[in-house]
């Protein structure tokens, strides 16, 4: 598997959600760039703002650690920022409003797949 396997898991997936991150990792970890966007887009409506702006929160205090972020992964942060802020055409009638679980746990780890 590539991507995110070259950050220790820990460190971006609370230790109670390990066993979905394997699961995502197994699904998501060899799709092209361009899958992981259409993916974090299609699921981005289905959590709530509030969701989205901790994720943004999250990785804009990863784009700022020295010496652990390329440059590389910080065009791909604004990338992800970008798509992140973009208004949806329509949005998912019951959203995810937990941080830590379901879609957003789904989307948290597409965001570091397109990020790594």
Do not use: C
């Not at 899958?35 to 299609?42: D, G, H, T, V, Y």
């Not at 901790?54 to 992800?80: C, P, W, Y």
């Not at 920022?81 to 409003?97: F, G, H, I, M, R």
């Amino acid at each position: 598997m590539k991507r995110v396997s070259n950050v220790s898991p820990m460190v971006i997936f609370p230790s109670d959600q390990m066993e979905k991150y394997n699961e995502y990792q197994k699904q998501y970890g060899n799709l092209p760039t361009r899958q992981i966007f259409r993916e974090m887009a299609r699921v981005k409506g289905e959590v709530s703002q509030e969701v989205l702006d901790q994720h943004i929160q999250n990785i804009d205090a990863l784009s700022n650690m020295g010496g652990f972020i390329t440059d590389s992964q910080k065009g791909r942060i604004e990338q992800v920022k970008t798509l992140l802020k973009y208004p949806n055409a329509e949005t998912a009638k019951n959203v995810e409003t937990e941080y830590v679980s379901g879609t957003s746990l789904l989307l948290w780890f597409l965001i570091l797949v397109g990020i790594w």
